[in-house]
């Protein structure tokens, strides 16, 4: 079983390569997702939770989506960082595996990008199952699984997209990214759809809704041209299974 606390050492060491990284206006691929992902989560008004907040931006999606927002984060730092920038009504440190929250006290829980950093999906899909209401939903962003075992051959649009490996099994991923003078050393874990799809069943969970964003160009994003073709993302959204 793959050590938990690794995941949340690394995060620790680049607490503050991330937030400058994050915070910086287009720069990453997050920039060119966003209005689309507010529109996937739909408005609302009720308790939600932005689990694994990071520095707290789609936090702040959620909040402008019309709901009460709690964000937490195991890493202090990236807590102290969202709360500096009133990311939501309330911040905390905690982990998904043991989220500091009463059984069924929440109408949302979404889960950005944080799925891929936790070293036991299933136990953290148990715990968000704990914490939602019966009525409630979780919206889960992850990278593409199938986006995850390859890479384009080259920078051009068209430049074929190539599979290294097996798309089966679960992967250790880690590397760095450089973008405009900016460094930010990434690292977690790449699995097959299959694998998130059967930890959702067993959590007690059924997939309501499923998309493959594509990214908006404006702005100076023709560097995500590729990502028309193949989808950079996976979408879901959840609902628990009645009893």
């Known amino acids: 079983m793959p ?4 995941d949340c050492n690394h995060w620790s060491r680049v607490a503050a390569d991330w937030v ?30 932005d689990m694994g907040c990071g520095e707290g931006r789609v936090a702040r999606v959620l909040t402008g989506c019309g709901y009460q927002v709690t964000a937490i984060d ?6 102290a960082a969202a709360a500096q920038a009133c990311s939501a009504q309330d911040h905390a440190v905690g982990a998904a595996a043991g989220l500091p929250f009463a059984d069924a006290c929440l109408d949302l829980v979404l889960a950005y990008n944080v799925l891929m950093d936790v070293a036991d999906v299933p136990a953290a899909l148990r715990e968000i199952r704990r914490v939602m209401r019966p009525t409630g939903q979780l919206v889960v962003s992850i990278c593409h699984p199938f986006a995850d075992r390859g890479r384009f051959a080259g920078a051009e649009t068209n430049a074929p997209f190539v599979v290294e490996g097996s798309y089966f099994g679960r992967q250790r991923f880690d590397g760095v990214e450089e973008r405009d003078g900016m460094r930010m050393h990434f690292a977690g874990w790449s699995q097959p759809l299959e694998n998130y799809a059967a930890a959702l069943e067993a959590a007690g969970l059924a997939i309501t809704s499923l998309r493959e964003p594509v990214p908006e160009l404006d702005h100076g994003r023709d560097h995500l041209a590729p990502w028309t073709r193949i989808p950079m993302f996976l979408w879901l959204k959840a609902r628990p299974l009645a009893v």
């Open 3 to 6: 050590d938990p606390d690794e």
């Open 20 to 49: 400058a990284w994050a915070r910086k206006p287009n720069h990453d691929a997050f920039w060119a997702y966003q209005a689309a992902l507010a529109a996937f989560i739909g408005r609302g008004n009720g308790k939600a939770l």
């Open 74 to 79: 195991p890493v202090f730092e990236c807590v």
